[in-house]
C-alpha cells in the first residue's frame, strides 16, 4: 500500500513543473489579452472624441457660436493612453492628433471661462456709489459678486472679455480635421482587431 502511495506522489511531481507551465501561460494570456482589449477601448474612445469634437467645431464654423454647456472634449483620451499607440503611429501622425487635441482642449477652456463669467461676473460699478472707496481713488471699481452692494440694476454692467470671440474664431478656424484621414484609419483597424491580433 505504502508503495502505491509512492509511486502516485512520484507520478504528480513529474507533471508540477508542465503545470506550472501552463498555469504560467494562461496568466500571461489573460494579462496579453486585458492590456490589448484595454487599447482597443481606448482606440475606440479617442475615435468617437476626436468625431464628436469635429462635429462641434463644425457647426461653430457654420453659425459663430458655441453654447455655453458645450464641451468638445468631455474627456481627453489620447491624452492618457497617447503611449499605447507609440508603435503604431509615426511621429507626424502623433503629432496630428495632439495638435488636434490641444486645440480643442484650448477651445474647452475658452467656453469654461467664457460661462464661467456669466455665471458668476465680475462687475464695473461706479465709485461715487461705495462708500467705502478712498477719497483720492476715482474711475471704476472691480468686486466680485458677493461683494456687490445693493445698487440700482442700470448702474451695472457685466463685463466679457473683449477677446473670447476672436480666439474662439481664430483657434475653431485653424483646426485641422482629421477624422477622415489615413491616421484615423489606424486607429479604426487598431479599434476593429481582436486582441490577440494586437502586438
Not at 477601448?41 to 462635429?55: C, F, S, T, V, W
Not at 489620447?78 to 507626424?92: C, P, Q
Amino acid at each position: 500500500m505504502w508503495k502505491e502511495i509512492i509511486s502516485i506522489l512520484k507520478g504528480i511531481s513529474q507533471y508540477q513543473g508542465v503545470i506550472t507551465l501552463l498555469v504560467g501561460v494562461v496568466a500571461f494570456l489573460v494579462y496579453f489579452k486585458q492590456k490589448n482589449d484595454y487599447k482597443r477601448d481606448a482606440a475606440k474612445l479617442i475615435l468617437q472624441e476626436i468625431r464628436y469634437a469635429e462635429q462641434k467645431i463644425r457647426k461653430y464654423r457654420e453659425i459663430k457660436s458655441y453654447k455655453l454647456y458645450d464641451r468638445l472634449l468631455p474627456t481627453n483620451s489620447w491624452h492618457k493612453n497617447i503611449h499605447l499607440f507609440i508603435k503604431d503611429l509615426k511621429e507626424t501622425e502623433i503629432d496630428l492628433i495632439s495638435d488636434f487635441y490641444a486645440k480643442a482642449s484650448y477651445i474647452d477652456d475658452v467656453i469654461k471661462t467664457i460661462s464661467r463669467q456669466k455665471t458668476n461676473p465680475p462687475f464695473v460699478v461706479s465709485s461715487s456709489l461705495i462708500s467705502s472707496v478712498s477719497e483720492g481713488q476715482k474711475g471704476e471699481v472691480y468686486l466680485p459678486q458677493k461683494e456687490i452692494p445693493k445698487i440700482p440694476q442700470e448702474k451695472i454692467e457685466i463685463i466679457i472679455p473683449p477677446m473670447a470671440q476672436k480666439i474662439l474664431d481664430d483657434v475653431s478656424m485653424s483646426v485641422e480635421f482629421i477624422y477622415n484621414t489615413p491616421v484615423v484609419e489606424k486607429l479604426r483597424k487598431i479599434a476593429k482587431k481582436k486582441w490577440y491580433h494586437i502586438l
